[in-house]
């Protein structure tokens, strides 16, 4: 078991940037989880630590070691991959052991760690089969069970769940965290799906564009993202944003979006002093929205009114996609709202909740 540490990594395609200035410590037995959209260079950090890429400039190491020029066979890692790889001549105990054999690991070593990883993983059963005879999910733990065998200090997993289908996904999601309380080995994932990043990672890294736009645990990138990127990347459906003004009543502070005008709690309002009469981003997610009269109690309440444009009913809340002006935002409400496309609502915001971004900069307000 090891730390991994990326000390200033860049790397370069060319005059392509894939990877910029990364620094990142990720502690031993962590699970920290890359997310970002495609292209961000969530990938090839993982490829760059797994020695598949060479670093540009900058170190990685895992340890106290630095790995950037020892081979990725002796780095103590293993992979797993989006596409299973597996043997398909060979049947599911030769595929698990196939590494092993290659390092002339003794035949018992090997046998007794196929099989304790088999059991781990829930395929003992299926030892004898080839791979053409197995499902998508059983590919993936015959995937996983040829790097645990390998028992290496690092576990890299390069969106392993994104063949599997949509129950399938939340199943094996929730097993690949109990395999890393189980192991205790650190895991490294890469993955788009930020539903995924929120549910596995002890920590998330956000990436855009090769840079890292901040590394924190799912709750506080949740609840104080450092920027607009961040805010609109974290939580489903993403967090809505307006155009808006901070505008000052009588000594108190309001968010002025032109068709609303919204108070700002103490608590924020200091921070915000210095935009009066200034544009800001005021952002505001879908669930901190309510419909009256199912309003939960503690929140600080500020109403605003908006058009109904189309309701999705998903059984335990409703998707509303509003309007206010020319502004569509979308509310995750209570299902007994009785809202219908075309009625005018009276909506209830938790500015508690509410987020402030310089519109320069993007950066939060705080």
């Known amino acids: 078991m090891a730390s991994v540490t990326y000390d200033h990594v860049t790397k370069r395609f060319g005059d392509v940037i894939a990877v910029n200035d990364l620094c990142i410590h990720i502690e031993d037995g962590e699970f920290l989880v890359f997310v970002g959209p ?7 950090s993982l490829r760059l630590l797994a020695g598949l890429e060479e670093i540009t400039s900058g170190n990685i190491l895992i340890g106290d070691r630095v790995v950037n020029d020892v081979p990725p066979k002796d780095r103590n ?27 002339k690991v003794p035949k018992a ?7 304790e990883a088999a059991a781990m993983l829930g395929i003992e059963n299926l030892l004898d089969r080839k791979p053409k005879q197995l ?6 733990r ?4 040829r790097a645990i065998v390998r028992e290496p200090a690092v576990f890299l997993l390069d969106e392993p769940l994104s063949n599997l289908d949509a129950k399938l996904r939340v199943q094996t999601r929730a097993e690949l965290s109990k395999l890393h309380q189980r192991l205790g080995t650190t895991f490294i994932y890469v993955t ?11 920590r998330i890294a956000v990436m855009r564009d090769g840079i890292l736009q901040q590394v924190d645990t799912p709750q506080r990138l949740y609840e104080a993202p450092d920027n607009v990127f961040v805010a609109g990347f974290i ?12 505008v000052d009543v009588d000594g108190k502070l309001f968010v002025d979006g032109g068709t609303y005008r919204l108070p700002i709690p103490e608590e924020k309002a200091n921070a915000l002093k210095p935009y009066k009469g200034k544009e800001v981003i005021f952002g505001i997610r879908p669930e901190d929205i309510f419909a009256k009269p199912y309003v939960p109690p503690g929140i600080f309440e500020a109403i605003m009114k908006a058009d109904v444009d189309v309701t999705e009913l998903m059984g335990n809340e409703i998707f509303l996609y509003l309007l206010t002006g020319k502004r569509s935002f979308i509310a995750r409400v209570d299902p007994r709202t009785p809202a219908r496309a075309g009625d005018q609502v009276e909506l209830v915001v938790n500015m508690h909740n509410a987020h402030f971004f310089d519109p320069q900069t993007e950066r939060a307000i705080r």
Do not use: W
């Open 135 to 140: 499902s998508g999910g059983q590919r993936q």
């Open 38 to 44: 495609s292209g961000c260079g969530k990938t090839t």
């Open 77 to 103: 890692i293993a992979m797993v991959f989006q596409s299973y790889a597996l043997y398909p001549h060979m049947s599911v105990y030769d595929n698990m052991a196939f590494g092993l054999k290659l390092r």
């Open 192 to 202: 788009h799906d930020q539903v995924e990043a929120m549910t596995m990672g002890t």
């Open 109 to 115: 070593e090997i046998d007794r760690r196929v099989k």
């Open 235 to 246: 939580g489903s459906p993403s967090m809505n944003f307006f155009d808006a003004t901070i």
């Open 142 to 145: 015959v995937a996983l069970g």
